[in-house]
């Protein structure tokens, strides 16, 4: 059964820094694509950023591009979002995703129903 369990959220002041973790366990993910996503209150879920296990390759979305930095650990099976200068707008539930990669390219890797397995979501909150 696969499980991702998200950690590293909190309370920052905008400019600052965090470090995201999703711990995936469950199968082997080298045929995975992993994605973040968020949803703030009202808003529906977007994608953030996306890796694929095995290539490393990587997109994000244009609101994070050059703030955001998504790597993965093959050793530990976590996935991570390093977020730097945070702006207050980057406040919401971030959510880890797994997709199965021929899943993920034929639907879109910035889709919601491209991915088959969610983690619970750990909130990010920027102070002005």
């Known amino acids: 059964q696969v499980q991702l369990v998200e950690s590293g959220g909190g309370l920052v002041q905008a400019g600052g820094s965090l470090r995201l973790s999703c711990a995936a366990s469950?199968?082997?993910?080298?045929?995975?694509?992993m994605g973040w996503f968020r949803q703030a209150p009202g808003k529906e879920r977007e994608f953030v950023a996306n890796?694929?296990?095995?290539?490393?390759?990587?997109s994000y979305a244009d609101s994070v591009k050059g703030r955001f930095t998504i790597s993965r650990d093959n050793v530990k099976n976590t996935v991570y979002l390093q977020m730097n200068s945070l702006k207050p707008e980057d406040t919401a539930v971030y959510y880890c995703?797994?997709?199965?990669?021929?899943?993920?390219?034929?639907?879109?890797?910035?889709?919601?129903?491209?991915?088959?397995?969610w983690g619970q979501g750990t909130q990010v909150t920027v102070s002005s």
């Open positions: 995703a797994a997709g199965l990669i021929d899943t993920v390219q034929v639907r879109g890797p910035r889709r919601i129903y491209s991915y088959d397995y």
């Open positions: 469950g199968r082997t993910f080298s045929s995975y694509a």
């Open positions: 890796i694929m296990w095995s290539t490393g390759s990587t």
